[in-house]
């Protein structure tokens, strides 16, 4: 049995895109911060594997799935906006340059756990201030690290380029977590 322990429909939709059996269980409450000292490239993973630790795998063929997402721009960890005040500050940070998305993801079965995290490259154009007001008035994308979703009318017309996974970026790695399910003959 996968479980994913995320209720992000995002999540959700993208691991049935691998054509799994699984369930959605959410322990919730379990706190995501993470100590300032940590290098922002380790973010991601350092929360996709604290929020693992409440999880006990019963089964001997279980595999529970955590995530996490960060998008980090000079040097910023951006997580959810607080409100659409941040988010357009956030979206006004992007705008123009080159950032990085990380998505952490936390494999733990009742034997082992296997972390990682997937790192892509996402280039915004110059964004105006109205369209950055657009979109957050009407996709209110307060549950999105940094702000956006790729798959949303801002990706649409403000992504100018992307190197890597581009479902890293709506976040989750499905590539890796396939390979590293077919690793353990599971999927």
């Known amino acids: 049995?996968?479980?994913?322990?995320?209720?992000?429909?995002?999540?959700?939709?993208?691991?049935?895109?691998?054509?799994?059996?699984?369930?959605?269980?959410?322990?919730?409450?379990?706190?995501?911060?993470?100590?300032?000292?940590?290098?922002?490239?380790?973010?991601?993973?350092?929360?996709?594997?604290?929020?693992?630790?409440?999880?006990?795998?019963?089964?001997?063929?279980?595999?529970?799935?955590?995530?996490?997402?960060?998008?980090?721009?000079?040097?910023?960890?951006?997580?959810?906006?607080t409100d659409a005040q941040d988010a357009c500050r956030m979206l006004h940070k992007l705008s123009g340059k080159t950032h990085q998305v990380y998505t952490g993801v936390c494999l733990k079965s009742k034997t082992e756990e296997k972390c990682f995290s997937v790192c892509t490259d996402v280039t915004f154009k110059q964004l105006s201030d109205e369209e950055i007001n657009h979109y957050v008035e009407t996709c209110k994308p307060m549950d999105k690290a940094g702000a956006y979703g790729i798959q949303e009318w801002i990706g649409y017309v403000g992504i100018t380029g992307i190197k890597g996974s581009y479902y890293n970026v709506m976040g989750l790695p499905v590539q890796r977590i396939y390979e590293e399910l077919r690793k353990r003959n599971i999927g």
Do not use: W
């Not at 209720?7 to 049935?16: V, Y």
């Open 1 to 81: 049995m996968i479980i994913l322990a995320s209720n992000s429909p995002r999540r959700k939709e993208l691991l049935q895109g691998l054509g799994l059996d699984f369930k959605v269980l959410v322990i919730k409450g379990i706190d995501e911060s993470y100590p300032s000292t940590l290098a922002a490239k380790d973010v991601a993973e350092y929360i996709a594997t604290k929020k693992a630790v409440p999880y006990k795998v019963e089964g001997t063929d279980d595999v529970v799935i955590t995530a996490d997402t960060v998008v980090v721009c000079d040097g910023e960890v951006m997580g959810k906006p």
